[in-house]
């Protein structure tokens, strides 16, 4: 009988010492479950930190925008630089958390911009406008790079201190880039 008591003892340990183990691993249990916020008004301001709504009741709320905030416009994926001024727009977040969607609806219109390129990376322009205004463009497979008269241009063609114009929407890969004057 000794040896099953040894058996029985050994069993007992092996199982408490199992049971600490798995509960040391297990989430400790939510003290109070996250709510998730709905604002929606007309969109005041965007910027990549922030968007500003005016509600319907005319208070204006902030919600924090921070890099994995999934923002749609017109149902599309888009950026949030594409939510604009005008717009409708509707932010779910938890508290004062950055918004974990942002869905907004209004009308796209299409920007010229002239500028002088600040900096060249492969899918963006960088552009200083005669304001100052510092104007980033996206450019992908679609975008059409060429001189002032006419003639298609490589990218490598871009150079910091050149004049251009881009042709875009804002959030959007640009649909033109045109050099006007070299550098």
């Known amino acids: 009988m000794k040896a099953a008591t040894r058996v029985s003892r050994l069993a007992i340990a092996i199982s408490i010492a199992a049971a600490a183990l798995l509960a040391a691993f297990l989430p400790a249990p939510a003290t109070a479950a996250a709510v998730e916020t709905v604002d929606q008004g007309v969109v005041q301001a965007s910027s990549p ?15 924090a925008i921070g890099p994995a905030t999934i923002v749609r416009v017109n149902g599309r994926p888009s950026s949030i630089e594409a939510v604009l001024p ?11 958390a950055p918004a974990r969607l942002v869905r907004a609806v209004g009308t796209l219109t299409l920007r010229d911009v002239e500028g002088v390129v600040v900096e060249v990376v492969p899918r963006l322009l960088t552009l200083r406008t005669p304001t100052g205004e510092t104007v980033a463009v996206r450019m992908g497979k679609r975008t059409v790079v060429q001189r002032r008269n006419g003639l298609p241009a490589a990218r490598r063609a871009l150079r910091p201190g ?22």
């Open 49 to 63: 930190s922030s968007l500003t709504l005016r509600r319907l009741d005319g208070t204006t709320v902030t919600v």
């Open 86 to 96: 005008g717009f409708v727009a509707r932010a779910f977040h938890e508290g004062p």
């Open 162 to 183: 050149q004049a251009v114009r881009a042709r875009f929407v804002p959030g959007r890969v640009a649909e033109l880039v045109v050099i006007v004057a070299r550098s």
